[in-house]
């Protein structure tokens, strides 16, 4: 009897080894992949759990309008632009392919399943001309269940399915550090009157030279240093830079004649569709820290400093 249970046990150990070495080939693939096909097998592994719900068919027709609805919905309860990729890349990455799941953690959401059917509601007109005949029928149905878990896997696995909804973007590091370089002088006004409330040709030159030598070249570590976001009448760094990269956005695609771009910087029809694109969404994919790296080497560029930008 002994020798039986031994046996069993050795045969356990070598299923458990095999199954632990297939588990970190698996891991290693995934971490060796580029991020675009991360977010494909995120995707794939989350649409083959089931493709056996009523009215699947019509996923790929609804699919963009729901990630719209979603975006805008979120947009509006957080009061920050909350864009499709953003919530495609959260939905595949640490939210076990559930909408009911990331809109709990990650923008405590408390009646996610309402929020969800809200979404389905307000989508429902707008693919009703779709050539499929049963995509309102298909958006009616799942909006009369009562199955919480049915309506959350739904809803989340219409979304992952049609990942051509996401944009790619054909832009590099590169491309959008040097678009970004094109606003240093108003990025260094605005910054020296965010972090001195004042404007001067000698606090310009404090600034510049404390970005360069006692901040590590961060904007936001020298605004930290500086109190900035201690008070709640002075933003905090993350969101001055946002405001400021959106602010360049609307300015080169709004009134572009106004801009005198840096000496040494790119034309402005050359910076503007990868300014467009980093604005819109690579920044929805960037930490702080990143973002903070993107401005604070565009508000100290130089033509010398050219050289020195970040490669793809």
Not at 181 to 186: A, D, I, L
Not at 197 to 208: H, K, S
């Amino acid at each position: 009897m002994k020798t039986f249970f031994a046996h069993k046990r050795t045969t356990l150990l070598i299923e458990a080894a095999i199954s632990l070495l297939i588990l970190s080939a698996m891991v290693a693939e995934f971490i060796s992949t580029p991020l675009a096909a991360q977010a494909r097998m995120a995707s794939q592994s989350c649409t083959n759990t089931s493709q056996h719900y009523p009215y699947s068919n019509i996923w790929p027709s609804v699919s963009p309008e729901l990630l719209k609805k979603t975006s805008q919905e979120l947009t509006a309860r957080t009061g920050n632009t909350i864009e499709t990729q953003q919530i495609y890349r959260q939905l595949t990455s640490d939210s076990n392919c559930s909408l009911a799941a990331l809109l709990q953690k990650k923008y405590n959401v408390i009646q996610a399943y309402g929020l969800e059917k809200l979404i389905l509601a307000t989508a429902l007109p707008a693919p009703i001309g779709s050539t499929i005949p049963s995509v309102s029928q298909g958006l009616t149905w799942i909006m009369s269940q009562k199955n919480q878990t049915l309506v959350d896997s739904w809803i989340s696995l219409a979304i992952l399915t049609h990942s051509s909804s996401i944009p790619t973007s054909s832009f590099s590091n590169t491309d959008y550090q040097n678009a970004l370089n094109v606003f240093c002088n108003v990025f260094q006004h605005d910054t020296t009157n965010y972090l001195y409330g004042t404007v001067t040709p000698a606090y310009l030159q404090t600034m510049v030279s404390n970005l360069r030598n006692s901040a590590g070249n961060s904007v936001g570590a020298l605004a930290l240093g500086l109190g900035a976001g201690a008070s709640p009448h002075i933003i905090s760094p993350d969101i001055f830079e946002k405001q400021e990269l959106q602010k360049a956005k609307q300015v080169i695609d709004n009134k572009p004649s106004s801009i005198t771009p840096c000496p040494g910087s790119e034309s402005l029809s050359k910076a503007r569709p990868a300014l467009d694109d980093f604005v819109t969404h690579k920044m929805t994919t960037l930490s702080i820290s990143d973002i903070d790296s993107f401005f604070s080497q565009a508000t100290l560029f130089t033509p010398e400093s050219t050289s020195k930008v970040r490669p793809h």
